[in-house]
């Protein structure tokens, strides 16, 4: 044992984010901690490292522990380069695809340029427990990767917090699910921990519907009993048909008291079988996404002939030539700061191309699912009311079609002010539905979403029949929805006509 959580329990309000913790973290584990948003994961984890105080419990760890925690919000630890990087700092930036020289001449750090600065830091340190949140946020995949492979080397006790399913399955070797207070103990990775939560989850409900079964049978069973007691008394008031009166009215009235107590004892035996009853596990509902497409598949859409950007002296790419058709699901892939964000700009005729030609059919009318929610972070509308104020009345099939994506009556009357961000992604998407757009631009739209809303909104967009650029980090996302790839390579951008899920595989082969 490394790390014991002695009765760990905090609240916020009236809100008990975590209600009384056990667990013990062992010397080398690789643990992963997963859970919806505002599930306490960041809590457990500032917890352990004393930046906060649990209300009661303790975190108990041996003397001459070396701990190092990269935060989710890493801005203040380098917000810009220094010369004072030493050997072992600077050999983790290059794996990682720190451009020293571009910052030299720069000076400021992206976002993913910080995030790199902060592991390279902190990777330095070889400290003896190494907790990470949210490390991938903002890294490319070819850093995810090399972050992988020095995490791989790294010998000590390692906790990650993630939404990163991909970065998961690689480095971790268990999961701790943190959920309505409590935590479970999962072995594996995050893909051994879904099929043991499924394996568990069908058990549970195949032992709920074998009580169902059972309770349905006790009970036709004392309706039975009852009619038949119900019977007995009414015989044992009536004459023997003999004529014969000795003894009768006694074996009826003592038949008609072993049915009652028959009744009594199913009786008890049917409450005794509720009170240890399995609950129904909860079942995430299903989605839909309907778009009605009156455009025949297969036709052109966007067409580029040797297109061509940069800015200053930096070239993003030139010479480009590839096509998108309508119905294609394209993943747009490559490298930090190749110009995919340019590319999408350019398709949305925000941006202009400095060479060649890039043709986007009048027809289409993209629409934007971003990770941007400030409209919906600030109001005090109903969804219903939101909805309505920008599209006008919302028709009953409308309704129907919302209610399929996820958005009941408990969530049209929520305040957006309210809503998680799996839920305000659920509101987004039903804009594109209510004007029937086929034609999706998706940027980083996972980036603010826990597990299970990623997960929800590949079930939902795997139904959509139009037409999809999607531009994301997010591995597994990508592999789940894209059969076509648009990546930037040696300074072009090329069509692949294969799915994204082989171009990783021809990639990494």
Request: include cysteine; glycine fraction near 6%.
């Amino acid at each position: 044992m490394q790390i014991r959580l002695n009765n760990i329990s905090k609240s916020y309000g009236e809100h008990d984010v975590l209600k009384n913790i056990n667990y013990e973290i062992d010397y080398f584990s690789k643990t992963g901690i997963v859970g919806a948003n505002g599930a306490g994961k960041s809590t457990l984890i500032k917890i352990i490292t004393g930046q906060i105080e649990s209300d009661s419990g303790s975190v108990i760890m041996n003397e001459g522990e070396n701990i190092a925690y990269l935060r989710q919000d890493n801005e203040d630890m380098a917000v810009y380069f220094s010369d004072t990087a030493d050997s072992e700092e600077r050999m983790i930036l290059s794996r990682l695809g720190f451009d020293e020289d571009r910052l030299k001449s720069e000076g400021t750090l992206s976002g993913g340029e910080r995030t790199k600065y902060a592991l390279a830091k902190i990777l330095s340190q070889n400290p003896s427990v190494l907790i990470l949140d949210e490390p991938t946020n903002n890294l490319d995949y070819f850093a995810v990767k090399e972050l992988i492979d020095l995490l791989d080397e790294y010998y000590g006790t390692l906790i990650v917090v993630s939404h990163d399913r991909f970065f998961l399955d690689e480095v971790v070797n268990e999961i701790i699910e943190v959920d309505n207070g409590k935590i479970t103990h999962y072995d594996g990775n995050y893909t051994d921990y879904t099929i043991t939560k499924q394996r568990l989850f069908d058990e549970q409900m195949a032992r709920y519907l074998e009580g169902v079964r059972r309770q349905k049978e006790i009970r036709e069973t004392i309706a039975r009993l009852n009619d038949w007691s119900a019977k007995a008394h009414r015989d044992s008031t009536k004459p023997a048909k003999s004529g014969l009166t000795m003894g009768t009215k006694e074996f009826r009235r003592a038949k008609a008291k072993k049915m009652d107590n028959q009744v009594k004892s199913q009786k008890k035996r049917l409450e005794k079988l509720i009170e240890r009853s399995e609950e129904r596990p909860v079942q995430q509902k299903e989605v839909f996404f309907q778009i009605r497409s009156s455009e025949t598949k297969g036709r052109s859409i966007i067409r580029a002939e040797g297109i061509g950007k940069s800015f200053g002296d930096v070239k993003l790419f030139e010479n480009s030539d590839f096509f998108v058709n309508r119905g294609d699901h394209v993943a747009v892939f490559g490298r930090n700061g190749c110009g995919k964000t340019t590319l999408v700009n350019m398709i949305r005729k925000l941006d202009s191309v400095d060479s060649g030609e890039l043709w986007v059919s009048e027809s289409v009318k993209p629409y934007i699912l971003d990770q941007t929610f400030a409209i919906m972070t600030d109001s005090d509308k109903t969804v219903l009311r939101y909805l309505q104020e920008k599209f006008g009345t919302i028709s009953g099939l409308m309704r129907t079609n919302l209610d399929n994506l996820g958005l009941d009556a408990r969530l049209m009357n929520s305040k957006l002010s309210n809503l998680s961000f799996g839920e305000m992604m659920k509101v987004k998407l039903s804009e594109p539905i209510i004007e029937q757009r086929d034609f999706l631009i998706l940027d980083e739209p996972t980036t603010h979403l826990d597990l299970p809303s990623r997960e929800m909104l590949e079930r939902t967009l795997k139904n959509y029949e139009g037409t999809m650029l999607v531009v994301s980090h997010d591995i597994y996302f990508l592999k789940a929805l894209c059969d076509k790839v648009l990546v930037y390579e040696d300074g072009k951008i090329k069509r692949l006509e294969y799915s994204f899920e082989e171009y990783l595989e021809r990639l990494e082969g």
